[in-house]
């Protein structure tokens, strides 16, 4: 075995050897794999090796479209088989919740260009026809589907890379991960000692004790999963083709054609987590006890759905573990906090993602990002304030929902309330929704009389509807209030700390007393954050951006950070409220006794308000005149006493989330993680009107940004009134422009303020006409949308600045 290489890669799963893959592919071939037993021990050997490409992010899913058309790549470098199996997929949909979910995956898969269909029963019958279709509306028909051989797609993945030159060495036990000052690893084995410049975490159901190792607390935790092979069944083995797999939600089961016989496997309401206290070392190529009992509701639901089964003994049981994170995607990328440490755990759906993990870990690791935004998998959307406490009742939660319907306004119950602000009785007491945000516990809309406190998941508008126009209506004619804890929040201080926040925004970096928007941008030019950036006095800023991506932001900034200059995430140090509608400024000045007619737009000042000392800045995501108000979350209750008092006389109301993103779109404020992420530009997006081009300073992506202006952009992010009925617009909806597919939505709603549904949406430069008339898809119809030229409130912005 090598003493030094340039990456070490833990594990030999599909994941571990999908990642060496890949490295070597992009160049990196002196790296080397590190398997405790043999390649596949662990979860990869008893997976069931299906794969498709459903996923309800559009990032995951294309990139399990990638895994999927790698396969064939792999057997032809290789001339090893996979043991593909092409035979195609249909998800059954037996309500209209799950059939409106698949018409919302199909109307996204247009765009991606995924050959998928929506089948009706008649059709089912002839792809599926061992399948009971009493009760189906319909379903997604997806001709990628299919199933491989674990054992040889991972043996390939790994000749692959060793015909690269990669290392694979097996029966060696790592028992420590040690840290350099430089920042490289010492990886101490049974058999030695291996000096890494990098380290990856690809240890499947032993990532969290590999982890450990560093230090690192990954949110993961083993699920016991079970699936069934049949013996031989005549409707099957008669049958001049494969059997398609089948997906039933209803059933919580998948169902494929396994040699003569059928393979079905489980996700139970009776789920059970494995290894609470840790995985056993020595655990490996074992299968659990078979436990029949906990999945007999799902086989009764099995054989009224595919009858077959009731005739069919059982061949075998498979029973072992697999890991999830609380979410169910994987956890990917370089650990925040922890130099040259990079995770690829959590890939519950191995065969599925391995591919595009591997491709994208590598591409992070080569040549700094990734091609396109991978936040959904990114290790860093959680922080350091999750528990294991907290992943285990979430990951049981998800186990249960694996094929439940993903409603877009939907709010999961497990492990909450966790992390709370000091008004969460009061809001609570006042009739409050939650809803909850990177564990924090966010008001999603206030119940009022008989209204219930839950809002019903639903692709179409929900019970929340009259409750938002209510907040709505109150912000816009009076004054509404609401508070701050969710924003990211960061303090940056030292007498290098303008130069620095030159060189890594590309907006105008305020004077003291003022604020400025401004995007962050990645080498090649794409958008790594959109920042309000304040200057409290010439050493000391304080930057706002989006709360969920603090991990993200604050592993950036420290990748980036210079001598002079110091970062502080404060976002849970630092709370209070917003106040905006056209009487926040009353509010306000009733409040304090510093004169406040006088600040202006983009103003930021310290103000005492009622016994609290408070940073105060003028600007409102709602678009309106407003304050955003911050203190110390110990004298946040005081400050609501003196805000809310004051604010009585004026209407004050409080609102919501709920209301927010109604309020947001009057004014076509993008949101981040939907108009701004990492898969668009400054120039798509329209936030290149923040770059401060003429700042002689060399910021990040700035010759990526010059190209793109110089150039033009090739789409643009453009807001459409839509004329809808019963649902609008959530995100991924493709645009129709002249009977084709040309654009999708980033995200809609409805201004209540307007009174029309909106979507805001990315679409070819050269069609964005005034005038323009398209098409959106919404829920499988063709609904018409107007381009709409001027904000639907305050057009010329006069409430706002004035």
């Not at 926040?584 to 000042?605: C, G, H, K, N």
């Not at 005038?771 to 706002?800: H, N, Q, S, W």
Request: aromatic share 10%; net charge negative; proline share 5%.
């Amino acid at each position: 075995m090598q003493t030094t290489t340039r990456v070490a890669v833990i594990g030999g799963g599909v994941v571990g050897a999908s990642v060496l893959y890949h490295l070597t592919r992009l160049g990196w071939t002196d790296v080397l794999l590190i398997e405790r037993s043999e390649l596949t021990s662990g979860s990869t050997w008893h997976a069931a090796g299906g794969f498709h490409t459903l996923n309800g992010d559009t990032n995951m899913a294309a990139l399990q479209g990638y895994t999927i058309r790698l396969y064939k790549e792999l057997e032809e470098i290789t001339g090893m088989s996979c043991g593909l199996h092409h035979v195609g997929g249909v998800t059954l949909a037996d309500d209209r919740d799950r059939f409106d979910m698949l018409l919302a995956e199909r109307a996204k898969h247009r765009y991606m260009g995924l050959d998928t269909h929506i089948v009706g029963p008649e059709e089912i019958a002839r792809i599926a026809p061992i399948t009971n279709t009493d009760g189906i509306i319909g379903g997604l028909y997806d001709p990628l589907d299919g199933h491989l051989d674990p054992s040889g797609t991972t043996h390939a993945y790994a000749r692959a890379a060793r015909m690269a030159g990669a290392e694979v060495v097996t029966h060696c036990m790592v028992r420590e991960t040690n840290q350099r000052a430089d920042g490289t690893w010492d990886v101490v084995t049974d058999r030695g000692t291996v000096h890494a410049e990098h380290v990856v975490n690809a240890a499947g159901l032993w990532a969290r004790e590999v982890g450990e190792m560093a230090g690192i607390y990954f949110p993961l935790h083993p699920m016991e999963h079970q699936y069934i092979v049949t013996d031989e069944v005549p409707e099957i083995y008669e049958r001049d083709r494969e059997h398609p797999h089948v997906m039933d939600p209803a059933g919580e089961s998948y169902l494929r054609q396994e040699g003569r016989g059928l393979c079905i496997g489980f996700y139970e309401q009776r789920a059970k987590p494995w290894a609470v206290d840790g995985t056993p070392w020595d655990f490996g190529h074992e299968l659990l006890p078979d436990d029949l009992d906990k999945i007999e509701d799902s086989i009764a639901f099995a054989y009224r759905r595919f009858p077959v089964l009731e005739r069919a003994g059982v061949k075998s049981v498979i029973h072992g573990p697999f890991t999830f994170a609380p979410d169910g995607n994987p956890l990917v990328g370089p650990v925040p906090g922890v130099r040259n440490y990079w995770a690829a755990v959590g890939v519950m759906a191995g065969f599925s993602q391995g591919g595009g993990v591997g491709l994208m870990l590598a591409q992070w690791m080569v040549e700094g990002e990734c091609e396109r935004d991978t936040f959904a998998m990114d290790v860093a959307r959680y922080g350091d304030w999750i528990t294991p406490g907290y992943t285990r009742p979430k990951v049981v939660e998800n186990y249960r929902k694996r094929f439940s319907v993903a409603y877009p306004n939907e709010e999961l119950p497990a492990a909450r309330p966790f992390r709370q602000t000091p008004m969460y009785d009061v809001f609570d007491a006042m009739g409050a929704v939650w809803g909850h945000q990177y564990g924090l516990e966010v008001v999603n809309y206030f119940a009022t009389g008989d209204e219930p406190r839950v809002e019903t998941p639903s692709f179409r508008r929900s019970n929340a509807w009259d409750a938002t126009r209510r907040e709505v209506q109150a912000v816009r004619g009076a004054v509404g209030i609401n508070e701050t804890h969710n924003f990211g929040k960061y303090r940056v201080t030292g007498p290098k700390a303008r130069a620095w926040l030159d060189r890594i925004m590309a907006g105008r970096i305020p004077p003291p007393g003022r604020l400025a928007l401004t995007p962050m941008l990645s080498p090649a030019g794409r958008l790594w954050g959109d920042f309000t950036v304040s200057c409290v006095e010439e050493e000391h800023f304080h930057l706002t951006a989006s709360y969920g991506a603090q991990a993200f932001h604050m592993r950036w900034f420290l990748d980036n950070l210079e001598d002079g200059v110091r970062v502080e995430n404060v976002s849970d140090r630092l709370t209070g409220f917003q106040i905006a509608g056209p009487r926040a400024r009353a509010v306000l000045q009733a409040a304090t006794r510093a004169d406040v007619s006088e600040m202006r737009f983009l103003d930021v000042r310290r103000l005492t308000i009622g016994m609290v000392d408070c940073l105060v800045q003028r600007v409102s995501y709602t678009g309106d005149l407003g304050y955003e108000i911050f203190c110390d979350p110990m004298a946040q209750r005081a400050l609501w006493s003196t805000l809310w008092a004051a604010g009585q006389p004026h209407g004050m109301r409080p609102f919501g989330m709920r209301a927010m993103m109604s309020l947001r779109l009057d004014r076509f404020f993008g949101a981040w993680g939907r108009e701004f992420s990492p898969d668009y530009t400054a120039g798509e997006t329209g936030l290149d009107r923040f770059i401060s081009w003429k700042k002689n300073v060399d910021f990040v992506g700035r010759a990526a940004a010059e190209r793109e202006r110089a150039e033009g952009a090739a789409r643009t992010l453009r807001p459409f009134a839509v004329d809808t009925l019963d649902a609008d617009v959530h995100a991924y909806e493709p645009i129709w422009i002249g009977g084709e597919v040309t654009g999708f939505c980033t995200s809609g709603g409805y201004s209540h303020h307007a009174e029309t549904a909106v979507a805001l949406g990315l679409i070819p430069t050269e069609a964005a006409a005034p005038g323009l008339e398209v098409e959106i898809e919404i829920l499988g119809e063709m609904r018409p949308a107007r381009m709409l030229e001027t904000p639907l409130f305050d057009p010329e912005g006069a409430r706002l600045r004035g």
